[in-house]
Each structure stands twice: as C-alpha cells, then as structure tokens.
C-alpha cells in the first residue's frame, strides 16, 4: 500500500469512523484477521478484525460522551466560553453526542468477542 493509500485509510478511520460513527466502514478497510497491536487493550485483548476496530471506537466513543455529559453539569469556565463549538458541545439542549450509539454497537458486538467468552464461562 503506497503512502499515500494509508493516508487515505489513516483518513476514513479518523473521519467515517471515529468522527462521524460510520462503524460500517471498519468492514472496508481493514482485513478480516487484522490484528490490534494495544499494550492497554483490556485482558485478552480485542478482537481480531473489523469487529475489534468497532469495539474500539465504540468504547472511546461511549466513554467520551460520557465525560462530555458530566462535564456538562459543571459551569462553563469564562476562557472556554469564548469558543463557539465548546459553547455548543456544553450546551445540554444540543442533544448527547453520537457516543452514545457507538456504546451500545460495542454491548450488541461484546457477545461475539473472546474475553466475553471467557468471561460468560467464570
């Protein structure tokens, strides 16, 4: 794959993934057997795959919106509020972010995974 096709991959990862929750497009561009190379990966580590891709922007996902939900309960500090999408982010009738979804992606994938496996069978 030439730099610039990874740059492209790196791109649809960040943006239709991560950004925009199109977990579908995990399927597209990475392999099957696809491995997940993180020293912080939970025990038993993520699953091989796309799957494992979706685990872990789902998870990130729902942790990020939860902060931003609690984060929402405190008041803005003045520095902040001169910042229109932090304004906007804080801003609880603007809806909770799309985190949400993606956590409950990662509870409807966990029964596929091994470290559920392992953990349904303790």
Known sequence: MSTEQNKVTAGRWFF??????HLAVADEIFAGNHIIHDPHAPPGGWPNGPEGLKMVASVFGGALTIAVILLRQVPLPAMLARQGWIVRLHDARSGIPYGVALAAGAFFLLPSTEIFRVAAAI
């Open 16 to 21: 239709d993934i991560i950004a925009h929750g």
